[in-house]
């Protein structure tokens, strides 16, 4: 009987564990192959047998009939690949019974030659087709072996017949075991090979699937990006017209815009950092707020707790900044003793909302402006519109004040 090696070590992990039941399945169906062959070869016996001598013998009729229905019921119970030990037993009573099936027809039949052939093809079948495992393809040759000495001492009285028998079937015998591990190493090496390939692709896929990633991620940042450029753009032109519009003169113009269109640019290269995640209140100020601030005045914030997320930093940092600006003009920053207080918290009743409460103090006194002029506007109704939020500036007597209240979109 054949034998291929315990397949189920070769690899580890899902590799091993795909290889053990491509084995299983394979074992099963060889087995199968197999046992049809060996109920064929006893019906095709069995027929010849009662047309050429009727039912004479009908001890070897019934030894056929058992065989049959022995390896009928293994072909019934050899379904699940998955009961490896118990097809094992399964397949080996079968062949076994089959063998001494085969010495007795050769016995009752007085015939010493035809089983020997009969079972030298069992042992040639059986180490072609079924990769049985080391001890129980040893057993099966043993069995065979044994039978094939059992009917030749039974039948064969005479010592030339011995010797003709046994020469005629050792070496065939031989053929068969070298014939099995041959195969067995061939069978090993094409399971390696299988498994490698099996490992290639799968590494192919996944560098297909990473490389789709990839490909999908940089669409969208492509996409992203033009968005941002388009806002970014549209941003600039804006602040440019405004600035025009608001500014009295050419003289004044200049410096205004140029503040603006620098401020945008550090919010802009802040978020690129964060990967556009979004800044503290924190970050926001020392980015907007502290370039302003003058000798002796300070800037002090306060929050624990005030993430500002990336949709809403560049509203909120240009309003920061036209609160800075106004400040190191005519406000808190503009004079040595003069502070800046912001403070900042997240209401996380119903949906959260960010509240941010500027106050100057310690500055020049302030009053209403006569005018409000682009920087006013840019608080109070362009961070409302971009941010559905809200913003109301106080000119008290000892400072500026703002109040803002942004609501901060979910988590996507």
Not at 215 to 220: D, K, M, N, Q, S
Not at 223 to 228: A, C, G, P, Q, S
Not at 292 to 312: I, M, Y
Not at 373 to 381: K, M, P, S, Y
Request: proline share 5%; glycine share 8%; aromatic share 6%.
């Amino acid at each position: 009987m054949a034998h291929t090696g315990s397949w189920a070590t070769v690899g580890r992990g899902e590799g091993a564990h795909d290889l053990a039941a491509d084995t299983d399945r394979l074992f099963v169906d060889r087995v199968r192959l197999g046992l049809w062959l060996v109920n064929a070869g006893i019906a095709a016996v069995f027929v010849g047998w009662l047309l050429v001598n009727g039912t004479s013998r009908p001890l070897l009729s019934g030894i056929q009939a058992l065989n049959f229905l022995v390896v009928a019921a293994a072909l019934r119970l050899l379904r699940d690949p998955e009961r490896r030990t118990l097809n094992h037993v399964v397949a080996f009573v079968a062949y076994a019974v089959t063998i001494v099936s085969t010495a007795g027809v050769g016995i009752v039949a007085g015939d010493g030659t035809t089983p020997l052939l009969i079972l030298v093809g069992m042992s040639v079948i059986a180490a072609v087709l079924v990769p049985w495992r080391p001890a129980w393809h040893l057993a099966g040759m043993a069995l065979t072996v044994a039978a094939a000495v059992w009917t030749v001492a039974t039948v064969a009285t005479q010592p030339l017949l011995w010797l003709r028998n046994a020469g005629a079937i050792a070496p065939t015998l031989i053929a068969a075991v070298y014939l099995s591990r041959t195969l067995s190493r061939q069978r090993a090496e094409a399971v390696r090979a299988a498994r490698e390939l099996r490992d290639a692709n799968r590494r192919l896929e996944r560098e297909i699937e990473e490389r789709r990633k990839t490909e999908t991620a940089l669409r969208f940042a492509m996409r992203e990006l033009d968005h941002r450029v388009n806002n970014t753009l549209a941003t600039v032109q804006s602040v440019a017209e405004q600035t025009l519009r608001s500014s009295p003169s050419m003289s004044a113009f200049a410096p205004a815009f140029a503040g603006r269109i620098q401020a945008l640019a550090r919010i802009h290269g802040a978020l690129a950092a964060r990967r556009w995640d979004g800044l503290t209140v924190g970050e926001l100020v020392e980015l907007l707020v502290e370039p302003h601030r003058r000798p002796g005045a300070s800037v002090r914030v306060d929050s624990p707790d005030g993430f500002v997320p990336g949709e809403l930093v560049r509203a909120l940092g240009m309003a920061l900044h036209e609160l800075a600006t106004n400040a190191a003009r005519y406000g808190a920053l503009s004079a040595a003793g003069g502070e800046v207080v912001v403070a900042a918290r997240v209401r996380a009743d119903g949906d959260a909302r960010l509240r941010i409460h500027w106050r100057e103090r310690g500055g020049p006194p302030v009053g209403e402006p006569a005018r409000r002029g682009f920087g006013t506007r840019l608080i109070e109704e362009a961070l409302a519109y971009d941010t559905q939020g809200r913003a109301s500036l106080g000119f008290a007597a000892e400072g500026v004040r703002c109040d803002i209240e942004l609501p901060i979109p979910p988590p996507s």
